[in-house]
């Protein structure tokens, strides 16, 4: 093992027996940085599954691709034929005039407007669904169709999905602002956590640094001890995200049942888990690097 392994290892034994020295202050600090960082890990789950709610209740976005009136049915072939050829695309069904006719008659109120008609004026269409839901893809989707040859119109219902788009852009701000600030809360705690640390050692530390011992010896069982101390409190935030899916999770079912959407909400994926854990013991080690530059820098 090298030098540098070695130290490394003994740093980290060194900050895990400084944890669990004090479990108590260990139990609370992780109380505190799990409690402020289940907020936006938790808001985040939260707004994942209304946004799927969302996608339900609206249904998938479409477009409807109108020919023109002299279209004829190898006009219709072609316009089928570029659909199929076109990515972007989930699938879609073709509405002949015939059957827009008979609707339109069989709706109330319209068969005497219908039947005074001299010929059947709705032209033969498709409905199209893609196969993404984003708002700028949609419209080159239908600008590409809109070119094609017998297409007189397309229409887009985005307006829903441009909604959507909107929910979802604010909502992630939302949770980013929030996770910035309570983030750095943490590393206010952490900053404290490791003064206090730092001055209950303060007679060790002048002597190593006496011995010959450098700044980055010194600092290193502090930022161990910070990322370890963030660590939990990431564990921590994860089981409490984990604990509210499980309490909101009948009540979610419930209203998801009114709207007949069959709808549950999720905790946290792996990647997402990950990033919880990962951020937290981040934001451990620069409270931990905060901390002990400024006094080894005041001690020079």
Same mark, same amino acid.
């Given at each position: 093992?090298?030098?540098? *392994? ?28 799990? @409690? ?46 570029? *659909? ?10 073709? @509405?002949?005039?015939? #059957? ?39 419209? #080159? ?10 297409? #007189? ?16 852009? *604010? ?32 007679? #060790? ?46 009540? @979610? ?29 981040? *934001? ?17």
């Amino acid at each position: 093992m090298t030098a540098w *392994l070695r130290n490394h290892r003994r740093a980290f034994a060194h900050a895990l027996r400084r944890l669990w020295s004090a479990p108590v202050n260990t139990l609370f600090g992780a109380l505190v940085v799990g @409690v402020t960082l289940a907020l936006p890990a938790g808001g985040e789950a939260m707004l994942a599954s209304l946004l799927a709610f969302g996608r339900h209740v609206s249904g998938p976005p479409q477009l409807s691709v109108f020919l023109a009136v002299d279209a004829g049915t190898t006009d219709a072939g072609e316009v089928e034929r570029r *659909l199929r050829e076109q990515p972007g695309i989930a699938g879609f069904r073709f @509405v002949g005039r015939a #059957e827009t006719l008979k609707r339109f008659r069989e709706a109330e109120g319209m068969q005497e407007v219908i039947d005074a008609l001299p010929r059947n004026p709705f032209p033969d269409a498709f409905v199209v669904t893609p196969s993404g839901e984003d708002p700028r893809a949609l419209e #080159e989707l239908r600008s590409a169709m809109a070119a094609w040859p017998k297409v #007189e119109h397309v229409q887009l219902d985005s307006d829903w999905a441009k909604r959507l788009d909107a929910m979802l852009r *604010l909502g992630r701000l939302a949770v980013l602002v929030l996770a910035a600030l309570l983030g750095a809360a943490i590393v206010a705690v952490g900053f404290n956590t490791i003064r206090l640390q730092i001055l209950t050692q303060r007679a #060790e530390i002048e002597v190593s640094r006496l011995l010959g011992a450098t700044d980055a010896f010194i600092r290193r069982p502090f930022f161990y001890f910070g990322s370890l101390q963030g660590l939990l409190g990431g564990a921590v935030a994860w089981l409490i995200v984990l604990a509210g899916t499980k309490v909101l999770q009948q009540p @979610v079912e419930d209203l998801a049942g009114l709207y007949g959407v069959d709808l549950s909400l999720e905790p946290l994926g792996a990647a997402a888990s990950l990033v919880l854990l990962g951020f937290a013991a981040l *934001l451990g080690w620069i409270g931990a690097w905060l901390s002990v530059s400024r006094h080894l820098r005041d001690w020079t």
